[in-house]
């Protein structure tokens, strides 16, 4: 028994920088936990994966292995554990992130514009998303980044400010009485630095965990607002074909059977009956 704990011990995984760190199973288990998984699955499964993999082993791989584990016993949680990821797939360009949160605000009943050019007082800006709601218009800047471990940072925060000042300067000039606030959503987290600032400023921030009530996270477990790509069989060729359809949202293919997959997009038989029960599984 000793031999095995000591082997458990020296695994080591590989990260995507090629470094090499020994695996530590309570970091697993604190990363499912996060997904709101029951203390029980989340002990289940890190005991699973950590008597599964072998030294050497990606950080990829290990992921690829406990949402195996997770999608057998908990479809939701498995499709949670996967979001940072999924939302890091709706790239490179950052065109399908900024889709995701206008289907966000949309679900939200606000009414939606993307990709819209606004007068400010000294500039035009390009939008991302444009959001009302009666008398209250947010504007949106949807920062996507590829590196999901990354973070927004304070300039980021101090430029939307700006234009968002720039914008009701104009608004107040041509007699526009509606009221302008700026949200930044983006798909990892902020620096200290950054939320201090909007503290402090009309600028609301919606990152993956941030704020506590209304993040990205939470919003998309409540409203199961899952992208498409957290599908586990989804291919770049499907996704590709979705987002000409502006489907970014597993929800909108509710009622999509098989044969409506395989005949709409020209997937094979056996990838339309595995999206099929993936859709059903978390819908």
């Known amino acids: 028994m000793s031999h095995l704990k000591s082997k ?4 080591k995984i590989v990260k995507k920088t090629g470094e090499e760190e020994l695996f530590i199973p309570e970091k697993l288990c604190d990363s499912i936990l996060v997904t709101g998984a029951s203390p029980d699955l989340a002990q289940q499964v890190c005991s699973i994966v950590a008597e599964s993999i072998d030294s050497g082993m990606s950080s990829d791989n290990i992921f690829k292995v ?6 057998s016993l908990n479809p939701k ?3 949670l554990y996967a ?26 009943d606000y009414d939606v514009k993307t990709n819209l050019y606004l ?19 947010y504007i949106t800047e949807a920062k996507y980044r590829n ?45 200290d630095a950054a939320i201090n600032y909007a503290e402090y400023r009309d600028v609301q921030l919606m990152g993956w965990d941030y704020p ?43 009622g999509y059977t098989a ?19 993936e859709i059903k599984e978390l819908l």
């Open 8 to 11: 458990k011990q020296v695994k």
């Open 66 to 71: 406990t949402r195996k584990y997770l999608n």
């Open 77 to 79: 949680i498995a499709a």
């Open 83 to 108: 979001l940072d990821r999924g939302l890091g797939a709706l790239g490179p360009s950052g065109f399908l992130f900024e889709q995701y949160v206008a289907a966000l605000f949309q679900e939200m």
């Open 119 to 137: 007068d400010g007082e000294g500039v035009q800006h390009e939008i991302d998303v444009w959001a009302q709601k009666g008398n209250v218009v």
């Open 147 to 191: 590196d999901i471990k990354g973070k927004t940072h304070i300039n980021t925060v101090m430029y939307a400010d700006a234009r968002l000042n720039d914008i009701r300067r104009r608004a107040i000039k041509n007699g526009d009485h509606r009221e302008y606030y700026m949200w930044v959503v983006t798909n990892t987290r902020f620096t």
């Open 212 to 254: 506590k009530y209304i993040n990205l996270m939470k919003i998309v477990s409540d409203k199961k607002l899952y992208p498409v790509t957290i599908l586990p069989s989804i291919t770049h060729k499907v996704l590709k074909a979705l987002a000409a359809d502006k489907i970014v949202l597993i929800k909108s293919l509710r």
């Open 259 to 277: 044969n409506m997959l395989q005949e709409k997009y020209g997937l094979s038989r056996t990838l339309s009956i595995k999206l099929e029960k």
